[in-house]
């Protein structure tokens, strides 16, 4: 499902279904056979919540988007360690910090929404109790979303206005911020 929503076209999967859409991503070899099988069997339905999902909405009314923003920029060391200690012995490194943000969203005001797409499964307990299934999200990608909101907010000089996880195994986004 996350290589679907890498590669479709948003104006086909609207005017002629996901299935079309899968048939012409594994036609110009975006996706494999298996791929789009696993798709069909296991994975549509997920999908169409995303293209029924306010997110979604969001971004086909935004004023921009971009799909698999990527970025690399370098970053203070010491922005990774709350150890005073630590920070003073890596106070003159740099790291390089890289990634690929699933989908950016430029709203007509002008603000920004990042979105990711994640795979993890989801407990019956997370579903029951909607603050457990958020806490736990930022436990396992919270690093990576900071990642993310540092790399938003250099590149287009603000931080997002809110940040989302799409969560393909229940359908549903899930606003973290």
Aim: glycine share 4%; net charge negative.
């Amino acid at each position: 499902a996350h290589a679907f929503l890498q590669f479709c076209d948003y104006e086909s999967v609207i005017e002629n279904g996901i299935d079309l859409e899968i048939e012409r991503l594994k036609n110009e070899r975006f996706i494999t056979e298996r791929t789009a099988e696993i798709i069909i069997k296991k994975q549509k339905k997920q999908l169409e919540g995303f293209f029924k999902s306010d997110l979604f909405a969001c971004a086909r009314s935004s004023s921009e988007i971009w799909r698999e923003f990527k970025f690399g920029m370098f970053r203070d060391a010491k922005d990774f360690t709350e150890s005073e200690e630590t920070r003073s012995l890596v106070a003159d490194r740099r790291i390089y910090v890289q990634g690929s943000i699933d989908l950016v969203i430029r709203e007509n005001d002008g603000s920004i929404i990042l979105c990711d797409y994640k795979t993890d499964r989801v407990t019956q307990e997370e579903l029951a109790d909607r603050s457990l299934m958020i806490r736990n999200i930022k436990d396992r990608h919270g690093d990576q979303l900071e990642q993310y909101c540092y790399a938003i907010e250099k590149i287009f000089g603000q931080a997002p206005r809110s940040i989302y996880i799409y969560l393909l195994s229940i359908g549903e986004s899930v606003e973290i911020k």
